[in-house]
């Protein structure tokens, strides 16, 4: 019986050819079907909170994206290339990502595929999608600010009209000497239409600008805070902070700009440079006096995760609100700051206060360290 497994098997012609020729790649179709757990070399993250989606960019062009039922899809681009930015389109079921060679893609997560993709001519150094809209904004090396539009009907990533030249910014601004330097963060003011951003040089100017009415709510920077600041310093024997009138920063140097985000949405912003410092402040967004731009508050809080003179960059802070509307507080997680030969944390900080309140003196700052994590 077992004889006629081995038994010669007479093959046609054709088969005969293709046998003495070998498989090419075109007999085959090699491809990624399923794909379980984090990819390796895991380096960005982004999340749609509303469809509870989570992606992760790897540095060798991949994509994996995780939700709730057991869904999960790998995305995967056809260079071995890292992520420099990545955003979901949320719920619209799209992923925005930048790669490191400059290249604007976006992803069709129900087709598992890459949907649109628009090479950049210049450095890409900020890149953020406006809440709830198919829009997106991009600033480059030169410090102009550009605008996309995702077309889903088209499948196409689409050239805006709207462009902010840095040359224009520093015009309406006021500011004397030409900004030359790159953008490092643009953000939507959150519950805005869209219309507001705050866009970060890499020189530490900060600048709200309207873009309905291509005016400048606001400008700041470093050099711009006054002499009684408030500074909240870390104790790192038993993590307790303690509140002192700090002056010794009133200089009219500028710092390095490494990580920003908003703290609310009436104005209230945090900021990290490389030095390690953190500030909490509240940038005036009246736009009553038109002609006027406004300037940053005099009330800051300078917050240091430690007290030693040569601290690692803040590379990653994230803003979240309380859970319920009654909650004023929050909670602030700060990646980078303390001392450096400490190990890698992220550190997690615990508000009663609102951003609002803690920057104005009639409020009591009340900051702890809630939890710190080993990376």
Known sequence: MFSKLFQKVNLSPRHLDAERRGVTSADLDPRVVLHYGIPSTASILAVDPIQGLLAVGTLDGRIKVIGGDNIECLLIYPKPVPFKNLEFLRNQGFL??????????????ERRCLASNLQWESNITAFSVIYDTQYMYV???????????YNPQERKLLHQPYHIPANAVAEVAGISVPIHHCIVGVLPQPCS????????YENGLLIVWDASQDFVVCVGGYKDLHVNNKTVVNSPN?????????????TSTEKDISSLCWASANGSILVGYVDGDIILWTLSTDISAKDQPGKSSDNVVKLQLSSGSRRLPVSMLYWSEGRSSNDCGGHLFIYGGDAIGSEEV???????????ELLFPKFTPKLKIKKQLDM
């Not at 600033?139 to 539009?149: A, N, Q």
């Not at 239409?193 to 970060?200: Q, T």
């Not at 038993?238 to 009133?250: A, C, F, G, P, V």
């Not at 992220?346 to 609002?356: C, H, K, N, P």
């Open 96 to 109: 925005a990502s930048v790669s490191n060679e400059n290249e604007v893609q976006v992803w069709d997560l």
């Open 139 to 149: 600033g480059d090396e030169y410090g102009s600010l550009f605008v996309l539009k």
């Open 193 to 200: 239409p869209g219309n507001r951003m705050l866009i970060a």
């Open 238 to 250: 038993d993590m307790r902070h303690e509140l002192s009138n700090d002056t010794s920063d009133n």
């Open 346 to 356: 992220l550190t997690g900080i615990e508000a009663s206060e609102t951003v609002m």
